[in-house]
């Protein structure tokens, strides 16, 4: 059930961040990556990558872009994330580490995004602006993290799912 209710949470984020944050010059929260790295952390590397690759492709054919390039670096970081907490190199309980995985998830998606337009498209991206967007949608992408995964791992244990030990200075 906690599966289904994330992921109608984070369909209802990529709404807001289509429509909503749209208008304020498309600065929003990265509710695909989000919903990578929490499904990857929660549920292990299999459905954080199955959770990348279909909030990647939704927000691929809902920018009316190039499809692909979001489905590859989402379903990579929910891989990845998903890969790191079932080695055991991370804590999910730790305000930390999910602060950690949205900086790197987003400093990796920007990264992929600007290797794809410069290999193929030939579009260079000096590194100071590259850098301090990637620095800004990362303190968004944070903020709208950690209050979405906070309420998520509240609600968890209504629900009957796993048992939310998540403490931290957020509570």
Request: hydrophobic share 55%; with cysteine; net charge neutral.
């Amino acid at each position: 059930m906690i599966f289904f209710v994330a992921a109608a949470a984070f369909f209802a984020l990529f709404v807001l961040q289509t429509s909503v944050f749209g208008m304020f010059g498309g600065w929003g929260p990265d509710a695909a990556l989000l919903a990578a790295i929490f499904f990857g952390v929660r549920h292990n590397k299999y459905p954080g990558l199955q959770a990348g690759i279909l909030a990647g492709l939704l927000q691929d054919a809902s920018s009316h872009g190039i499809i692909g390039i979001n489905l590859l670096a989402k379903g990579l970081c929910g891989l990845a994330s998903g890969w790191l907490m079932e080695n055991h190199l991370v804590d999910w309980k730790d305000a930390f580490t999910w602060i950690a995985l949205i900086f790197i998830g987003t400093a990796f998606n920007q990264f992929v995004v600007a290797e794809y337009f410069s290999a193929f498209y030939d579009l260079q991206t000096p590194f100071w602006p590259a850098f301090w967007k990637c620095i800004g949608q990362s303190l968004i992408n944070i903020t709208a993290g950690i209050v979405m995964f906070s309420a998520l791992l509240k609600i968890e244990p209504l629900l009957g799912g796993r048992r939310s030990g998540f403490t931290s200075a957020i509570d």
